[in-house]
T-cell receptor, first 113, second 117 residues
Framework: TQLLEQSPQFLSIQEGENLTVYCNSSSVFSSLQWYRQEPGEGPVLLVTVVTGGEVKKLKRLTFQFGDARKDSSLHITAAQPGDTGLYLCAGDSHGGSQGNLIFGKGTKLSVKP | NAGVTQTPKFQVLKTGQSMTLQCAQDMNHEYMSWYRQDPGMGLRLIHYSVGAGITDQGEVPNGYNVSRSTTEDFPLRLLSAAPSQTSVYFC????????????????FGAGSRLTVL
């Protein structure tokens, strides 16, 4: 069974601080995605990384895919209260042929003003 | 453009009752899937479909049935509800695109919260 280990599970920080969330596996993924989920809603895609070593930036969020395509990280610079939510990493191990993903257990982020 | 629509949003069942969670998408996506989300467990795949008439089991299929008679609809049936099926259920859909065209981006519904007493 393929697993995505996500850490930390919970993170409570003050506005303006930086943070990094990690997503690790012993398996290779053809792509890895990061989603954000608000209470009472479904997850919404933040970014997809496909190439080993790839780095993508989305405003204050930086996403990296490991060279071996087994791990990824999400770094938030100068966190704001609006960043509060559940962050989920998800990997595709089927090369896009099945339309489903393996999800990590999530990181619940709370940013206090 | 409604995206992925799930009904009902909330449901309470008694042990042994059956029910169907509805999922419909209007994006002409080939792929559809059902996940359940439990505290500390992340999202776990129940069943998925790569097209009309084709379904397959995911990680936690026991106690659930699915069918895909049309591209748009992918209902999830609970045959005999058990308290262990208390969860939030999410339906998702995506285009059938290969890795060379990017990755499968899932569009999720808003979820259906089920409580089994």
């Amino acid at each position: 069974t393929q697993l995505l280990e996500q850490s930390p599970q919970f993170l409570s920080i003050q506005e303006g601080e930086n943070l990094t969330v990690y997503c690790n596996s012993s398996s290779v993924f053809s792509s890895l995605q990061w989603y954000r989920q608000e209470p009472g809603e479904g997850p919404v895609l933040l970014v997809t990384v496909v190439t080993g070593g790839e780095v993508k930036k989305l405003k204050r969020l930086t996403f990296q895919f490991g060279d071996a395509r087994k791990d990824s990280s999400l770094h938030i610079t100068a966190a704001q209260p609006g960043d509060t939510g559940l962050y989920l990493c998800a990997g595709d191990s089927h090369g896009g042929s099945q339309g489903n993903l393996i999800f990590g257990k999530g990181t619940k982020l709370s940013v206090k003003p | 453009n409604a995206g992925v629509t799930q009904t009902p949003k909330f449901q309470v069942l008694k042990t042994g009752q059956s029910m169907t969670l509805q999922c419909a998408q209007d994006m002409n996506h080939e792929y559809m899937s059902w996940y359940r989300q439990d505290p500390g467990m992340g999202l776990r795949l129940i069943h998925y479909s790569v097209g009309a008439g084709i379904t397959d089991q995911g990680e936690v299929p026991n106690g659930y049935n699915v069918s895909r008679s049309t591209t748009e609809d992918f209902p999830l049936r609970l045959l005999s509800a058990a308290p262990s099926q208390t969860s939030v259920y999410f339906c998702a859909s995506s285009y059938a695109r290969g890795i060379s065209s990017g990755a499968n981006v899932l569009t999720f519904g808003a979820g259906s919260r089920l409580t089994v007493l």
